[in-house]
Every structure is written in C-alpha cells, then in structure tokens.
C-alpha cells in the first residue's frame, strides 16, 4: 500500500478483467466459476498484474451474462458461494493482487425482488424504485432490444430499461435506492474489496422532462446518455467508497465517444478515480488513429489533471486481434503500446495468450448482443477440452486453442503471454512507464514513436504499423529492453525496424 506522498496503487497498476464465466471452470458444468479464478491465481502471479475485475458474479438469472442482478450480496451459484469469494479477496491480497468487482447500478434484473415488489401494484411502496410511465417516448434501449419501455400487463403501465427488458431501469432520483445501493458498495468495501467498475456508470441519471430523442432514431439511449444527475450520484458513490482507508478506487464505465464528456466525470476529483478511455476500440490497426487518438488524450487529460487509461478489447467487443486482420504480429505490436502509454492498461482474459474471437454459428448463439466471440473460454491445456473437463463449454473456444494454450505459452520465451509478462514487469520496474510524460518522437507517416521520462528514467518506444521494414533513427544511443517478436532484445538500435514490430527502447548507459 503506497502512503500519501506517493502516487495511488491504480496509478501505476496493470489491471486484468477476468470474465468468470469463461476463465476457468473448477466444477465441470462447463461454466468458468470462482474456484477456477481460484485455482488459476499462480498463472496470473505469474504475469504479474496489480489488479484483478470481475465482471459480475452475484445472483442472476443471466439474461444478460449477470448484468441483470437479482441479488447484488450473493454470489450465483454457477459461480461459487460468498465462502469462494471471501477465499478470494483473501488469497489475491496474500499475492499482492487487489480485487475489484462489478458494480452494476442503473438496473436490477426483472427477478430483483425489488422490481417484483415495484411491479406488484400502483401503490406498492416500491414503486417509486423503477421509472414508471403510462406514456413511452421514443427512447431506444441497447443490445437490439428496440424500444426502451416495456407494457407491465398486470399494472398497466411502461417500466424503462435502456437494456433488455430483463433489466429495469432502477429509479436513482428516489433516495431510498441511493441508500440501499450505497449499502452494497458497503458490503462489499467491508469484505474487503479494492472497489469497483462501475457499469454504465453515465446513464444513472435520466433526463426526468422524459423529451423524445431525435439520436434515438438510429442509437440506443446509452450510447450518448449525459445527464447532470449522473454526477451526483457518482459523488455519492465516491463519498462511500472514500470512507474506507487503502485507496479503494471506482473505475467508471462511460461508454460514450467524447473524450471531453468522459472526462466531466473525473469531476472535482469527486467522481470517478478513472473512466475507460474506449476510443481505441473504433481505430483500425494504423498508425495515424492511434496518433490522433492519443494526442487527444494526452491534450485534454492532462489540464484536467485525469489520469487516463487505455483498452484494446473487453467482453462487448471484438477482440483487438481479431480487428487487427487476425494478426498475431499486429496483437503483439499493440501490446506494446497498450503497455506503454501514459495512463493505466486495461488486460482482458486472453489477450496475453493472443486469443481471436471464437467463430459463433446460428448454433452457438448465446447473447442477444452478439458478443460471443470474445467471451469464448480460456484454453488451458493443448488437448481438448483443454483444461475445460465435464460437460461441453457454454461456448465454443477460439481458433488455435491447441498451440495458443495457455500450458504452452507460460514457459516459452518467445510466447505471446511471455511479452506480456516482460512488459507488465517492464511497467513495475520503469517509474517513466508508469508515471511519465508522454511526448511524441519524430518517425514516418507507418510509425509511432514515443519517448516517456519521469525525472531521470527514460524510455522510448517505437511502433512500425506497415508489413514492410522502416526506418526509424531517434537521437541518443539505445538498447533494445523489449521487442514484440523477441527479436534483438538486449542489442543496441540501429534505427530498424521489422514489418509489424514494436520496440521498447532504454537510454543504452542505464
Ligand atoms: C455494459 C456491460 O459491459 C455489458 O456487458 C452489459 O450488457 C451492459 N453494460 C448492461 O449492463
């Protein structure tokens, strides 16, 4: 634990979101569950991150993979008991890992015995928890749900959901809700949690005048939900989880495509402790996107005294290999800069291994949003099932699970989880890729090139999008630390660069 001089744990971590349903199954239902997590804690010591999310582990009858919650203090059976997670705040903690869960506070699943009290009259003293309204507007909700509102038969009105109808839209103007989930933030920091995502943590707050939407005629509400009320209910949360000592952090969900909105809930520094930075996730694999992008970030956070972050992939989207035309080498290169940026990296399950996407059929099928592929299960072992023993698993597993095995990998050199765990020891060791400044460096039109420095450690990096060798010389003497494809590591640079390949640079006399 850092003491106040120094900067807070998240700021230099490497984070790594765990999707329990497809990390590692220790029951043999063919469902990832905690005592998988469990069981798997030495691979991830091994790799080194600071920090482990959860995506959602309570009570829920899965319409929406445990986004829909029933019960935000228990664990799902599929998943473990509160006994597991106990186990395992206690046991990432003893590896110096914190452990961070989901938060999901804007809807309930429609099984909430809150929302089964609210929707059981008029005038049940719970109605006022839900957003009620004999009207809809023309609001559209997420995960091709179409509209928004849906008709309660027995009591004659429209709830709202901004996702599925399955999720009901719980009322955060009525402050017994904001009560009794503050209490869950609470039981949670109190077993010892480092703190939480914070799932669509902008769309808590509604527009109360309920104006029809022109965006909405293409767009869900949540991709642009911005209201002044979500900010209040933030700070409320921040007030919470600020009570408690050892840095606990909340890490916002702001899934909307403005870095300056994104940025107004940092607040006062009353807010979120960080928001997801997704703009990487709508850039292609060039050099240019990354360019804009990152002079975005580095212009408006850094007045704004926010610290950044930076994700490549996640459970909603496409892998980032899988974007980057199934590249392994392009995968490889853009751990580099993930790992390098200024600001805290975000590791989704698999990356590390250089997963794709597994390929769904009609079959497969499982989420109405259409976001299997990345949520395919870890392989484990070489042979089927790979480590996934019992019955088959709740989706199928990515292309090259036998040689992308994650056996494989952890004690070959060269592997892709081999440069992941360099560059996550490279973070912990190197105060300028941790905290640094970030300034970009000369290169041609196919080439990023970066230096960051914090007092007197510096590092540079170079990243050659193009399949064609480049030439990219920097001033000063440098040795090779860290090369995406293994190559050259410990030799000085001679200003080469292979096709697709990413450099980490050190000043050659340190
Ligand atoms: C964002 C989560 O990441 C996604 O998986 C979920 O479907 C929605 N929020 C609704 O909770």
Not at 99 to 119: A, K, R
Not at 140 to 167: C, I, K, M, V
Not at 281 to 307: H, N, S, V
Request: charged share 25%; proline share 8%.
């Amino acid at each position: 634990m850092s003491d106040s001089l120094s900067p807070p744990w998240w700021k230099g971590a490497s984070i790594y979101q765990i999707y329990p349903r497809s990390f590692a199954d220790s029951n043999g239902d063919g469902i990832g569950d905690l005592g998988g997590v469990l069981h798997q804690l030495d691979y991830l010591e091994q790799l080194g991150v600071e920090a482990l999310w959860l995506s959602p582990i309570f009570r829920s009858p899965m319409a929406d993979a445990g986004y829909d919650i029933s019960d935000y203090r228990d664990i799902d059976p599929l998943f473990g008991s509160l006994a597991d997670i106990d186990r395992l705040i206690e046991e990432s903690h003893a590896r110096g890992m914190r452990l961070l869960l989901d938060f999901v506070p804007n809807h309930t699943s429609d099984q909430h015995p809150w929302f089964i009290e609210s929707s059981s009259s008029r005038d049940n003293p719970k109605r006022d928890w839900y957003i009620w309204s004999d009207r809809p507007n023309n609001w559209r909700a997420a995960l091709n749900a179409g509209s928004a509102w849906t008709l309660d038969e027995r009591t004659g009105q429209y709830y709202l959901h901004l996702f599925l109808p399955q999720q009901p839209d719980l009322n955060w103007r009525n402050p017994e809700v904001v009560a009794a989930m503050q209490d869950v933030l609470r039981f949670w920091l109190d077993r010892g949690v480092d703190g939480f995502r914070i799932d669509v943590a902008h769309c808590t707050g509604k527009d109360d005048t309920f104006a029809d939407e022109p965006r909405c005629i293409t767009q869900p509400l949540s991709d642009f939900n911005d209201q002044p009320y979500s900010h209040e209910v933030l700070r409320g949360l921040r007030r919470v989880v600020d009570q408690y000592p050892g840095e606990r952090v909340l890490i916002g969900e702001v899934n909307i495509r403005s870095t300056r909105q994104v940025l107004q809930y940092y607040g006062r520094g009353d807010e979120l402790h960080m928001s997801f930075n997704f703009l990487p996730l709508d850039i292609g694999w060039e050099a240019e996107g990354f360019r804009r992008c990152i002079e975005e970030i580095e212009t408006l956070y850094a007045p704004a005294d926010a610290w950044p972050t930076w994700v490549l992939s996640n459970h909603d989207n496409r892998r980032h290999r899988t974007r980057y035309h199934g590249s392994l080498a392009n995968a490889r290169a853009a751990a580099m800069l993930l790992m390098t940026l200024r600001g805290t990296p975000f590791i989704y399950q698999g990356e590390e291994l250089g997963l794709e996407d597994a390929h769904i059929t009609p079959e497969t099928r499982v989420d109405p949003g259409g976001r299997d592929g990345c949520r395919a299960p870890i392989p484990w072992l070489a042979t089927p099932p790979h480590g996934w023993d019992g019955a088959a698993t709740w989706l199928p597993f990515p292309p090259d699970a036998d040689t992308l095995a994650a056996e494989r990998q952890r004690h070959d050199p060269l592997s892709t989880f081999s440069l992941y765990r360099h560059l996550v020891a490279a973070r912990r060791a190197s105060p300028a890729l941790r905290l640094g400044d970030w300034h970009e460096l000369p290169a041609p039109p196919s080439v990023l090139a970066y230096r960051r420095q914090h007092v007197d450690d510096q590092r540079a990096v170079c990243i050659n999008f193009a399949d064609t060798a480049q030439v990219c010389p920097l001033d000063g003497q440098w040795l090779i630390e860290l090369a995406s494809d293994g190559h050259g590591e410990a030799t000085p640079y001679d200003g080469r660069l292979a096709p697709r390949q990413a450099l980490l640079l050190r000043p050659k006399d340190v």
